[in-house]
């Protein structure tokens, strides 16, 4: 089915994978942050160890 895929697009190649992408959803959508309401970029980094 042609019209499924996404056509190419301009600009760098992601720098994670989708597997790194899965875990990082599924952390955020699983816990929330000890201290917040919510996720930061900053704490999610931190809490995935990528910063």
């Known amino acids: ?8 697009r301009s600009g760098a190649p ?6 790194t992408v899965e875990r990082l959803v599924a952390l955020m959508l ?3 942050p000890s201290n917040a309401t919510h996720w930061s970029t900053r704490t999610m980094e931190r809490q995935a ?3």
């Open 49 to 51: 160890g990528m910063s």
């Open 1 to 8: 089915m042609e019209g499924l895929v996404d056509a190419p």
């Open 30 to 32: 699983e816990e929330a």
């Open 14 to 19: 992601r720098s994670i994978g989708d597997k």
